[in-house]
């Protein structure tokens, strides 16, 4: 038996390191018949044990996940897919221009980093677009979320502004990287290792039009020790057993606040005696997230 750790998991074959050498592997029989209800039991970032006296290699076992994320399912069926495993950060990459990244997607995904109970950070890219007074914006979005604890990077992927201090925050690092196509990830990932030769310039209009598109979420080895993630295509990631009260606790300025609220089980809409209202009069809680948390409640759970 050997240990390998998978790169890339596409349901018919898994791409895996062991040792220093990249094998395309197969699953154990009793692994797919179990997988009958996940799309897919075996995903980028497991830690396997694998029969490689076989050709191809057998994964045999999974080892026990520090931590997984969902992805969120894009059709109504109650199938779970496993996007990646034993991630250490989130990084969500944003666009202050063409497109630009509302702070609503930013705020999303940073509740769902925090539901899964993994670190989280926000890279501004495309900053050489922005005037004076947006550049000034943009300054003070990344401020608040540091102060939040997210650590933020404003970047341009392409004079490689800031990708300097985001390289060092990344180092030794399993980290997952997502946002919206054309915000300029692959751009980035080749700004901080020229090596990765990601294709950048987006998925072509043909495939972008609502197909399901059958990109798979790989891992990349990087000169600086990080593993990176790069999820083509994943648009936001799925919520599991989540209730409503529960959303407020993943805002870590409202997790604190809301102990003070009259109701234990107060959602910070009417009710009397609300903490998290007067904080937001005062300037405590930023306008921005707490409208960020209402659209969330109301995506989450519709009236
Ligand atoms: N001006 C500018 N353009 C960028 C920057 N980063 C990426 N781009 C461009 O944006 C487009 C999409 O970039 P890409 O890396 O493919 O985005 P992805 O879909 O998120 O991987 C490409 O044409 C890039 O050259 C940046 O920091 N500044
Ligand atoms: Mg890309
Ligand atoms: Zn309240």
Same mark, same amino acid.
Do not use: C
């Given at each position: 038996m050997s240990k390998g750790l998978v790169y890339k998991s596409t349901g018919s074959f898994y791409k895996v390191k062991i040792g220093n050498t990249f094998e395309e592997c197969v699953l154990a029989g009793k692994y797919r018949l179990e997988?009958?209800?996940?799309?897919?039991? #075996?995903?980028?970032?497991?830690?396997?044990?694998?029969?490689?006296?076989? =050709?191809?290699?057998?994964?045999?076992? $999974? !080892?026990?996940?520090?931590?997984?994320i969902i992805r969120k399912s894009v059709n109504l069926s109650k199938e779970a897919h496993i996007l990646a495993s034993n991630i250490d950060l989130v990084l969500i990459v944003a666009s202050v221009a063409k497109p630009r990244t509302s702070t609503g997607f930013i705020n999303r995904i940073l509740v769902t980093a925090e539901a899964y109970g993994i670190p989280a950070a926000v890279v501004f890219n495309k900053a050489d677009l922005q005037n004076a007074k947006e550049t000034a914006a943009t300054a003070e979005l990344a401020e608040e979320f540091d102060f939040l604890g997210y650590t933020?990077?404003?970047?341009?992927?392409?004079?490689?502004?800031?990708v300097d201090a985001l390289r060092t925050f990344l180092e030794d690092k399993?980290?997952?990287?997502?946002?919206?196509?054309? #915000?300029?990830?692959?751009?980035?990932?080749?700004?901080?290792?020229?090596? =990765?030769?990601?294709?950048?310039?987006? $998925? !072509?209009?043909?495939?972008?039009?609502?197909?399901?598109?059958?990109?798979?979420?790989?891992?990349?080895?990087t000169s600086f020790g990080a593993r990176i993630i790069d999820t083509p295509g994943v648009k936001e990631f799925g919520l599991v057993d989540i209730q409503p009260a529960d959303v407020s606790g993943y805002f870590p300025e409202i997790r604190e606040l809301r102990k003070k609220c009259r109701f234990h089980n107060c959602l910070h809409l009417e009710e009397p005696g609300c903490a998290v209202k007067e904080a937001l009069e005062t300037g405590e809680i930023a306008a921005f997230r707490f409208q960020d948390y209402l659209n969330i409640l109301e995506t989450i759970f519709p009236k």
């Open positions: 997988g009958k209800r996940t799309t897919n039991p #075996v995903a980028v970032g497991d830690w396997v044990e694998l029969n490689t006296e076989k =050709l191809p290699p057998v994964i045999e076992t $999974i !080892s026990p996940r520090k931590n997984y933020s990077f404003i970047t341009d992927a392409l004079s490689h502004q800031g399993t980290l997952l990287v997502i946002g919206h196509s054309g #915000v300029g990830k692959s751009s980035l990932l080749n700004a901080l290792d020229p090596m =990765l030769n990601v294709k950048t310039g987006g $998925i !072509s209009k043909k495939h972008n039009k609502g197909m399901h598109t059958t990109t798979f979420a790989e891992m990349h080895d």
